[in-house]
């Protein structure tokens, strides 16, 4: 906790739940093998840190994400605890399948908002990806599990410029309409400010899509991920994706992603009194100690200013 005082700001929520996205979104972007040990103490180090909510891993087929190859083993190895929650990326029905075996409780599903993205990430049109999901938020939902629905793209794609919002809504309600019990926003280029935030969340609380269901996902490209995330907290948002020590943001990667990192967010929370259940100290520790094993420093600043690292 910082000892430089706590005062809060009209508007906000008493506390969030922060989904911890680093050992997925951030490590499957790193190109050197992860030993499985490495993988299964950070899930736990974040969990001792307080997090409830952490993406553990995706059943992607290994040639696409070869890094998440092991993702039965660090699923069996990880130490699941009562009350937290490690949901797993699920591409479709096979990998649902898998996902089930081992106890999985909560999933999620990645799509995009925009024609351009979808075909690149998933060879697939946004209504074909759809399809592709219903029978798997389906049967995910039959067997009592959570389903996370990511929208990527949200704000802004590297082919088409600016995306009209219109399209969110439309994704949104339609991956609503499916079963997801929960909607991730992705600034995944990080190009969002804080008034297009406003507008995207007015437009789709608007169309009826309760708040409470909405999380937002922003990346630090372009410096803005804390701003928009404060703005998303005024609209009533209470889930925040963020990433340990802003994992998946390479700064000498060309593809560098920039995920917001869980540190510099917990400061924020911690100087507004915003409950979030984390430790920023393990927090910052965990984080220092996964850099020193990506041998290369973290880019989140809360995490350089608490360690050194
Ligand atoms: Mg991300």
Request: proline share 6%; with cysteine.
């Amino acid at each position: 906790m910082s000892s430089y005082g706590v005062d809060h700001l009209p508007g906000l929520p008493g506390s969030i739940t922060v989904c911890e996205v680093g050992p997925r979104d951030g490590l499957q972007n790193e190109s050197g093998l992860i030993p499985v040990e490495a993988k299964v103490e950070l899930v736990e180090r974040l969990v001792d840190a307080g997090h409830t909510v952490i993406e553990t891993t995706s059943m992607v087929h290994p040639k696409w994400v070869p890094q998440l190859a092991d993702a039965e083993e660090v699923l069996r190895r990880v130490d699941r605890k009562p009350g937290v929650r490690y949901p797993v990326l699920v591409p479709n029905r096979r990998g649902l399948d898998r996902a089930l075996d081992l106890g999985v409780t909560d999933i999620a599903v990645f799509g995009s908002v925009t024609e351009s993205f979808s075909t690149a990430n998933l060879n697939r049109s946004v209504a074909e990806s759809l399809e592709m999901f219903a029978p798997v938020v389906a049967r995910a939902r039959e067997a009592g599990l959570a389903v996370r629905g990511y929208l990527s793209m949200c704000w802004g794609d590297p082919w088409e410029g600016e995306v009209p919002i219109f399209r969110v809504v439309d994704v949104a309600t339609k991956l609503l309409r499916l079963g997801c019990t929960e909607l991730s926003l992705g600034d995944t280029i990080g190009v969002a400010t804080p008034g297009r935030v406003a507008g995207l969340l007015d437009a789709l609380i608007a169309a009826q899509i309760p708040v409470g269901r909405i999380a937002v996902h922003f990346h630090d490209t372009y410096g803005q991920a804390l701003a928009n995330t404060l703005t998303a907290l005024q609209h009533g948002v209470t889930t925040v994706d963020a990433s340990a020590g802003g994992l998946g943001g390479c700064p000498y990667a060309r593809s560098a992603t920039g995920n917001l990192a869980t540190e510099d967010l917990q400061w924020q929370m911690d100087g507004l009194g915003v409950r979030t259940g984390l430790d920023i100290d393990k927090l910052a520790d965990t984080s220092a100690w996964m850099a020193k094993e990506l041998g290369r420093p973290s880019p989140s600043r809360a995490v350089r200013a608490l360690t050194g690292a």
